[in-house]
């Protein structure tokens, strides 16, 4: 099992950027394909993108690519989301989430372990 804490949440200005981080604990760090899922108001959770084990494959839903970068540090037991030209669209709290599934995971039903979440409210 392992446990997940988002943090980096905040406000930011349309265009600006915000780096979310997850912290990871418990089971082995790398044992687990990691993802980034948001959910707005009155709609459903949708996938961000996700990083396998050791970080060598990311993939990411078309609204994001080009601006969001995921990364892991498996020494740290850490996971970010970097996140550049932010739109007001993308408000949401935005979650970390783990699998063991052997590669990269981009439907939110493959996850095993969630964290509580961050708020990321982007401003017009």
């Known amino acids: 099992q392992v446990q997940l804490v988002e943090s980096g949440g905040g406000l930011v200005q349309a265009g600006g950027s915000l780096r979310l981080s997850c912290a990871a604990s418990?089971?082995?760090?790398?044992?687990?394909?990691m993802g980034w899922f948001r959910q707005a108001p009155g709609k459903e959770r949708e996938f961000v993108g996700t990083i396998s084990r050791f970080g060598g494959t990311t993939a990411y839903t078309d609204s994001v690519k080009g601006r969001f970068t995921i990364s892991r540090d498996n020494a740290k037991n850490t996971v970010s989301l970097q996140m550049s030209s932010l739109k007001p669209e993308e408000t949401a709290v935005y979650y970390c989430?783990?699998?063991?599934?052997?590669?990269?995971?981009?439907?939110?039903?493959?996850?095993?372990?969630w964290g509580q979440g961050t708020q990321v409210t982007v401003s017009s």
């Open positions: 418990g089971r082995t760090f790398s044992h687990y394909t």
């Open positions: 989430a783990a699998t063991t599934v052997s590669s990269i995971a981009t439907i939110s039903g493959s996850y095993d372990y």
